[in-house]
């Protein structure tokens, strides 16, 4: 289970450029919860993925992670809870190491590095296995250079990286938001059935309602660094794009002005 | 030109080249795995030779005199690395920050002389023209040898390892290893005392080879690094195979050093080898960079340059967009 308790975080604070990027966030996950996330831009969506992930340390709050407080620790400790794809390709993997090198690198997050030599015959064949439910056909080319795949290939190999050791929470920034649409679907579909098959707790950050809406259980719509609406179950299954409109505007006062989330309906 | 002269000083650049090979092994972990000109090194170079110098006219083992060499370079490297990874000052500066202490500190273990020769004294070196009765050089490009060979085959195997895999990726993508449960500090960390460890482990060498230590024998040495890696890289570019890599940057320094022998039999100022090698590694540098740009704006076309398919599909009475 991961909770965030009144997490707050300001950005340049004393500045001009000042800016309250979470203003008291509080969420609640259970275990096997799948979340989607929309909101504007600046709504703080991605604050809150790297505040969770560790990329900055926040300025008040808690965050827990099946009852452990991780609020202070570094982002290299928290890995060994989190997995993440983010939503820049190139970010997810080294491009001048091969594939089974990057899978390798992966399969250690968050246990100790030794001087073990890092391949082995036994790990090769997993990591053929798991390349192969991919269905990209890179279970031929362990030994190419990442550098050498498409953006959608390198963002399923990452995918996989990120649950090769299963995370306790799995956090996707905009995952598929760098790819063509038909690539983008593949990746999504792709991450549904990694998700379910591993029951994994997930956030995914999205800018498409209707995946927002059809994936996973639970919704939460966020603006001005704050959750302003929580949707699960039932009642979500029920919601369509123009739902997801009338409660931005009722909830922030504003409309919802973001070019990208209009023209993805 | 006398034949018998110019053949003896290749001999010696060969093994004035193995030896400095060393260093550029160093230099390599740093400048093309983590993309760090460190230039801690022309500090370290140093370091490891007066260590070595001063630990043998004690009276210290040859070998265990070179060993304090390599650790110490490896605590210099500790020091730039605190620096750059603790208190998050730039890399480049945090080198020259180390170099600039090491100078005092040089000429503080050789006790204020600027040299400090070996004389007579014995040296790993001197150990095998005793034994087998060849020349300083001869000794030196065997010593040089063999110790290269031992220096590969160690980062050949360490950076397969999950502690060098991970210090490989921070040099590629450090958001990425960190996300996986790296401590980049460390990794990085732990480059620069490896590779300034190498460093002196080359400086203390090539003050037994040349049976003394000298407060100004590192400096350029990382230009010289930087000018072996990239004459390594024309020749064996192509490799594949990171041993193969490794031996690119030994094989440069080898080239470095025949080039420099053969240059200084001709008659060319001692002085004017530091111009020369920066020259190299600015060329090196900024060619590929000239070129493209050259091929960029030459090739660029005003007009319409695939007209005919653009034509071909206006008959068909396709739209253009």
Known sequence: MIELKHVSKTFNRGTVNEKRALDGLNLKLNEGDFVTIIGGNGAGKSTMLNAVAGVFPVDCGKIEIDGTDITMEPEYKRAKYIGRVFQDPMKGTCAGMQ?????????????????GWQLNAEERTLYRQQLQSLGLGLETRLSDKVGLLSGGQRQAVTLLMATLQKPKLLLLDEHTAALDPATAAKVLKLTCEIVEENHLTALMVTHNMKDAINIGNRLIMMDSGRIIYDVSGEEKMKLTVEDLLHKFEEASGTEFANDRMMLSN | MNIAGLLGSLQGGIAQGVLWGIMVLGVYITYKLLDIPDLTTDGSFTLGGCVATVAILAGVDPILATIMGLAAGFLAGAVTGILHTVFEIPAILAGILTQIGLWSINLRIMDGKANNPLLKADTTISFYTDLLGITQSQASLLVGIIL?????????????TEIGSALRATGDNEDMIRALGVNTGHTKLLALALSNALIGLSGAMVAQMQKYADINMGRGAIVIGLAAIVIGEVLMGRAKNFGVKLLSAVVGAIIYYLIRAFVLQLGMDPNDMQLLSALLVAAALAIPVAMRNYRQKKSYVAGDLYADEHLQREEKGGTDR
């Open chain 2, 148 to 160: 290269v060979v031992i220096v590969i085959a160690i980062l050949y195997w360490f950076f397969g």
């Open chain 1, 99 to 115: 594939i089974e090198e990057n899978l390798a690198l992966a399969k250690r997050r968050g246990q100790h590095r030794g001087l």
